[in-house]
């Protein structure tokens, strides 16, 4: 009798083991017991988890300045939205948007809260404005303006330019944990100038105050003019690092690396009424250049 209790024990041990393991219960752990039908499934670790970047976002915002609201692009001293790199519908241009969400999408899963003359300190309330529509991708592209002022002087310090940016980020962290941010860096602004100042029409549109720090007496080769225009290529170095070195940060960000300030902008790429801001061409390959670093 004590042999056949013994016997029967085992079998019973071995059977509710048998249970336990077709349940599943050792993807559960712990002395509770695992969940059962659908609740057991959800339970199990996913084999595949969701990767951090996601090449294909469903909407796209952008902030920034006159460059991402394609200012001179289409006309004089006037914005073109359309031609945007970041948002624009211009078939053109292929912007960011267009290129991940197709045409049709983009016209109604892309928005642009790009400012003229926006400084990094607009940035944080244009990110709020943005994080209202809870973008799964935000584009960022701002800070020539705080190196385009009237003097060198005037130009926003490194370390005020790096705190701005980071309340930036919070501000769109705050409300869309999520979201990813591109960022792109700011142009070689000295590069422009030498582009642009062959151009007698473009030299005229300077006068009216366009990025003054870099452009006045734009055919002055004094040594004054020189080390001004070095200063301005330095700090723009220097926001760019900021601008890197804070996205890499923040896992769902991602920076160009350089490649916008790295871009050697030519004629084409240029406003044919400014030869400073990019042109449609320009927009075009702004958005090239996004468009690899999002889906690389």
């Known amino acids: 009798?004590?042999?056949r209790r013994h016997l029967g024990r085992a079998v019973l041990a071995a059977t509710a083991a048998a249970v336990l393991l077709a349940a599943g219960c050792d993807a559960v752990g712990?002395?509770?017991a695992g969940p059962t039908g659908p609740d057991a499934r959800s339970a199990r670790p996913s084999p595949r988890p969701s990767p951090v970047w996601d090449r294909g976002p469903g909407s796209v915002a952008a902030v920034g300045d006159s460059i991402t609201t394609a200012f001179d692009a289409c006309s004089v001293l006037s914005d073109c939205p359309a031609a945007s790199w970041a948002t624009g519908s211009d078939p053109a241009v292929d912007s960011l948007a267009v290129r991940l969400l197709?045409?049709?999408?983009a016209a109604e899963r892309s928005w642009n809260y790009a400012v003229t003359g926006a400084r990094m300190g607009d940035i944080a309330g244009q990110m709020a404005q943005a994080a209202l529509r809870r973008p799964e991708l935000v584009a960022v592209m701002a800070g020539a303006n705080d190196a385009c002022r009237a003097s060198v002087s005037a130009m926003t310090p490194v370390a005020v330019f790096r705190t701005q940016f980071q309340d930036a980020m919070s501000t769109?962290?705050?409300a869309v944990p999520r979201a990813q941010v591109y960022v792109a860096s700011v142009p070689d602004l000295r590069r422009l100038w030498e582009r642009g100042r062959t151009s007698d029409v473009?030299?005229?549109?300077w006068r009216l105050g366009v990025c003054p720090s870099m452009l006045r007496d734009p055919d002055s080769l004094t040594a004054q003019a020189t080390r001004?225009?070095?200063?301005v290529r330095e700090r723009v170095e220097a926001y760019n690092t900021v601008l890197r070195q804070v996205c890499a940060k923040d896992r769902r960000c991602r920076s160009d690396g350089g490649a916008v300030y790295d871009f050697p902008f030519g004629t084409a790429q240029l406003s044919r009424w400014d030869r400073f801001h990019p042109s449609v061409d320009g927009q075009a390959r702004l958005a090239e250049i996004a468009y690899r670093t999002v889906t690389n």
């Open 202 to 205: 473009g030299k005229q549109v």
């Open 172 to 174: 769109l962290r705050e």
């Open 228 to 231: 001004r225009r070095e200063a």
């Open 1 to 3: 009798m004590r042999r």
């Open 30 to 32: 712990g002395d509770e």
């Open 102 to 105: 197709g045409r049709a999408r």
